[in-house]
Nanobody
Framework: HVQLVESGGGAVQTGGSLRLTCTAVGLTFGGGNQGWYRETPGNEFELVSSIAPDGSRWYADSVQGRFTISRNVLPERLSLQMTRLKAEDTAIYYC????????????????WGQGTQVTVS
């Protein structure tokens, strides 16, 4: 049984910061990619950031320079440090992971957290 548990969401003023954390149970992160997705109020669903087994990181243009993804193992934990937040960052944020290979679309990722709301105003 695999479970991803997210925390850290909430309401923040424009320009503020939040750190999202995802803790994995029953899954090791060594074999595949992990990432953070978000679903906007307009129901757009996009990959925000991902990290590969070798530590390579990818960021959407909209968050480049403002967000940082990080990963710890044993225990398995994925984080997203968000700074200089904008109203456009308002969304439900999801932690996602793959057993192996990529996690670059919602269909590539086998495991998902329940989502955590981030509201920027």
């Amino acid at each position: 049984h695999v479970q991803l548990v997210e925390s850290g969401g909430g309401a923040v003023q424009t320009g503020g910061s939040l750190r999202l954390t995802c803790t994995a149970v029953g899954l090791t992160f060594g074999g595949g990619n992990q990432g953070w997705y978000r679903e906007t109020p307009g129901n757009e669903f996009e990959l925000v950031s991902s990290i590969a087994p070798d530590g390579s990181r990818w960021y959407a243009d909209s968050v480049q320079g403002r967000f940082t993804i990080s990963r710890n193992v044993l225990p398995e934990r994925l984080s997203l440090q968000m700074t200089r937040l904008k109203a456009e960052d308002t969304a439900i944020y999801y932690c996602a992971a793959a057993d192996r290979g990529n996690c670059h679309t919602r269909y590539d990722c086998q495991y998902w957290g329940q989502g955590t709301q981030v509201t920027v105003s």
